[in-house]
């Protein structure tokens, strides 16, 4: 579970959507359509019809009472990409509708996180809809892997007045994030996972963006280093473990 594993960020998820398609460097070894997606069909636990490239609806998980047994860091939509083009708008602000239900019958309330590869959808729908900003219990993290797309994502995340995480994995080249620092609320960096074809990062890629983040004050997480393709996991880089959460996200 996610919530024992020391690499992953999130206590858990909600995934009432499912249903993705590649569309960048870093989607080469997408661990849900290449991995979890297949695991789960044979598991029974998606329905044979479904395919992968498809957006399917889970009608049972759409409700509030599925969605309260969830606490610390939920990731919402973790099996696919609430912000892809074939989820409509309206299955969007469903989910968004409740998260705010649930969150209002909740004493303690979690962090729940949207995390995207398409954040101009994303930043296009939330400023919409919550003009002065999302609520604090909603989080926005976008994927980046090289600095075209950090320059590229980035850009959408900002416009959105939330709490905003930069997950650069796989990290594929040198970032420079210097000019969003002061934007963001946390940095995250992982290599690309997923057998002895995963591309191996440099460790000073790594560095530099840890550096970057130390030096602004921002959190700083490594879900995994993974130099030697996946035959163990690696996060410590130069003798220390980095696991910073921001304040108020407690797994």
Known sequence: ?????????????WNPIIGCQKCSLGCRKCWYLDALFPWLKRLGKIPTDVQP??????ENRMAS???RSKNGIVGVCQHGDLFWDEVSDETIHRILDIIEET?????????YVLWTKRPQRMANILCARYPQGTPNYLACAVSIENQALADERLTHLLRINTTRI???EPILG???LQAYLAELHWVIVGSETGGDDARTLDLEWVRHIRDQAVGAGLPFFIKQLNTDHGKKTIRELDGHHWDEFPDGFNK
């Open 1 to 13: 579970m996610a919530k024992n594993n020391p690499g992953d960020i999130l206590t858990g998820d």
């Open 53 to 58: 490239s498809a957006a399917h609806v889970f």
């Open 65 to 67: 009472a599925y969605l």
């Open 103 to 111: 969150a209002a019958t909740m004493r303690r309330v979690p962090n």
């Open 166 to 168: 930069a997950v650069l």
């Open 174 to 176: 040198r970032v420079d």
